[in-house]
């Protein structure tokens, strides 16, 4: 970790940081020198991906963390202050995806997507409020996706989840505005994660997005000064929505 990285000092919050766009996430803030707490369900991945930060000389914290529990990301983000004493990002990057048509499902399915992919996301930003409002300072970067912009049939469930976070984040963004909190909403096109494994009919793997890429923009995103607030960014593989 480089002693003068852009995020010294900082601390920053990863939900879904064991693998795919979060861990890329984790990695790329700890390598700015922020100190990383690491939130997801899988312990070992959260484990090693800390140990790897560690061992560059990071400060890094694997929390164990269902985030659509609100109890655990509350118990998460009070963990993170009593190790860290405050926190400077939070990124929602936790999340799932499944797809298929309307039709085809029940009321029910749906529940799941909603719980991870929206509800959630609106829970962990609500839980690092207060210290980020205390501090005047803070970054939240929400994961949402380009189908939250682009129709595409099969996806209507991961779209409402999607769409919806892009809609909460705009309204943060304006509640938080005067407290001097950024909100901003990182919207990707198809990223080559674990995510895509058991999906079938997956688009040409090698034409998407590497998780590197996105962590490159939430890296920019949580590094400009505090005088600038990058509040919607849409990443798209160079060869076109997949
Ligand atoms: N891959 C893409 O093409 C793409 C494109 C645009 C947007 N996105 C969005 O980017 C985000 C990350 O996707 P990804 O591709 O990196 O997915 P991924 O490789 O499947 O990783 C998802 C991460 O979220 C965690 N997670 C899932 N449910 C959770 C829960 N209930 N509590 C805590 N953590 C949970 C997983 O850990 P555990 O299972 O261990 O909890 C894992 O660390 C998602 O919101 C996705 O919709 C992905």
Redesign the pocket.
Not at 47 to 69: C, F, K, N
Not at 71 to 87: D, H, K, L, N, T
Not at 162 to 186: I, T
Not at 215 to 234: F, K, Y
């Given at each position: 970790m480089s002693a003068g990285g852009a995020l010294q000092g900082q601390v920053a919050i990863v939900?879904?940081?064991?693998?795919?766009?979060?861990?890329?996430i984790a990695m790329a803030l700890a390598r700015e020198a922020a100190a990383v707490v690491l939130?997801?369900?899988?312990r070992q991945?959260?484990a090693a991906a800390a140990a790897a930060i560690r061992e560059s000389g990071g400060r890094a914290l694997a929390i164990p963390?269902?985030?659509?529990?609100d109890g655990?990301v509350e118990a998460m983000v009070e963990q993170a202050i009593a190790e860290f004493g405050r926190v400077d990002v939070l990124v929602?990057?936790?999340?799932?995806?499944s797809f298929g048509p309307v039709m085809g499902t029940k009321p029910s399915d749906w529940d799941p997507l909603l719980?991870?992919?929206l509800r959630?996301?609106m829970v962990c930003c609500r839980a690092v409020l207060p210290m980020m409002i205390r501090q005047r300072r803070g970054t939240i970067i929400n994961?949402?996706?380009?189908?939250a912009q682009r129709p595409i049939a099969g996806a209507a469930v991961?779209t409402a989840?999607?769409a919806g976070?892009v809609g909460f984040s705009r309204v943060l963004a304006e509640e938080l505005r005067a407290d001097g909190v950024r909100v901003g909403v990182l919207?990707?096109?198809?990223?080559?994660?674990?995510?895509?494994?058991t999906i079938g009919n997956a688009p040409d793997r090698s034409r998407?997005?590497r998780?590197e890429d996105?962590a490159r923009a939430a890296v920019l995103i949580a590094s400009l000064p505090p005088g600038a607030s990058l509040e919607e960014l849409t990443l798209l593989p160079s060869g076109g929505i997949l």
């Amino acid at each position: 970790m480089s002693a003068g990285g852009a995020l010294q000092g900082q601390v920053a919050i990863v939900t879904g940081a064991g693998r795919g766009i979060g861990h890329a996430i984790a990695m790329a803030l700890a390598r700015e020198a922020a100190a990383v707490v690491l939130a997801a369900r899988t312990r070992q991945e959260l484990a090693a991906a800390a140990a790897a930060i560690r061992e560059s000389g990071g400060r890094a914290l694997a929390i164990p963390t269902d985030v659509a529990q609100d109890g655990a990301v509350e118990a998460m983000v009070e963990q993170a202050i009593a190790e860290f004493g405050r926190v400077d990002v939070l990124v929602t990057a936790a999340g799932a995806a499944s797809f298929g048509p309307v039709m085809g499902t029940k009321p029910s399915d749906w529940d799941p997507l909603l719980a991870v992919n929206l509800r959630a996301v609106m829970v962990c930003c609500r839980a690092v409020l207060p210290m980020m409002i205390r501090q005047r300072r803070g970054t939240i970067i929400n994961i949402a996706s380009v189908a939250a912009q682009r129709p595409i049939a099969g996806a209507a469930v991961y779209t409402a989840t999607k769409a919806g976070v892009v809609g909460f984040s705009r309204v943060l963004a304006e509640e938080l505005r005067a407290d001097g909190v950024r909100v901003g909403v990182l919207v990707p096109g198809a990223v080559d994660t674990p995510l895509w494994d058991t999906i079938g009919n997956a688009p040409d793997r090698s034409r998407m997005l590497r998780p590197e890429d996105v962590a490159r923009a939430a890296v920019l995103i949580a590094s400009l000064p505090p005088g600038a607030s990058l509040e919607e960014l849409t990443l798209l593989p160079s060869g076109g929505i997949l």
